[in-house]
Nanobody, 126 residues
C-alpha cells in the first residue's frame, strides 16, 4: 500500500522558516518523481515544487523561486521542502504527492500525480 505522510507544518512569523518532510512507503521510491503542492483557502491546489526521480531536475512555482528548496533522500524514502522567507500568502495546507509515471521528470500538473499525503497546515502570521 502506497503511503505518504507529511510532517513539519505549524505557525511561523513572516520572514521565518519551516521545513516540511514527507515519508514514503509501499512503492520503489527512487523510481518516481515527487511533488509538493499546496491549497490555500478559496484557491486551487497548486504545485510548489517537484523533483525528478534522479533528484537532479527540479521545478519551482514562480511564487516560491529563490525561497523554497526541495530535495530527496532515496536511501530514506523521504522528500523535504525547506521554506525560507515565508510570507503570509504562503499560508496553506501542503501536500506531498507521487508522480504517476516511473522514471519521469518533475511536473506541475495535479493530474500527473496519483497518490497524496493527508496534508500539513502551514500558517504564516504575525
Amino acid at each position: 500500500e502506497v503511503q505518504l505522510v507529511e510532517s513539519g507544518g505549524g505557525l511561523v512569523q513572516p520572514g521565518g522558516s519551516l521545513r516540511l518532510s514527507c515519508a514514503a512507503s509501499g512503492f520503489p521510491f527512487s523510481n518516481y518523481a515527487m511533488g509538493w503542492f499546496r491549497r490555500a483557502p478559496g484557491k486551487e491546489r497548486e504545485c510548489v515544487a517537484s523533483i525528478a526521480w534522479t533528484g537532479i531536475t527540479e521545478y519551482y512555482g514562480e511564487s516560491v523561486k529563490g525561497r523554497f528548496t526541495m530535495f530527496r533522500d532515496n536511501a530514506k524514502s523521504t522528500i523535504t521542502l525547506q521554506m525560507n522567507s515565508l510570507k503570509t500568502e504562503d499560508t496553506a495546507v501542503y501536500y506531498c504527492a507521487r508522480n504517476n509515471r516511473e522514471f519521469g521528470g518533475p511536473t506541475a500538473k495535479v493530474d500527473d500525480y496519483d497518490y497524496w499525503g493527508q496534508g500539513t497546515q502551514v500558517t504564516v502570521s504575525s
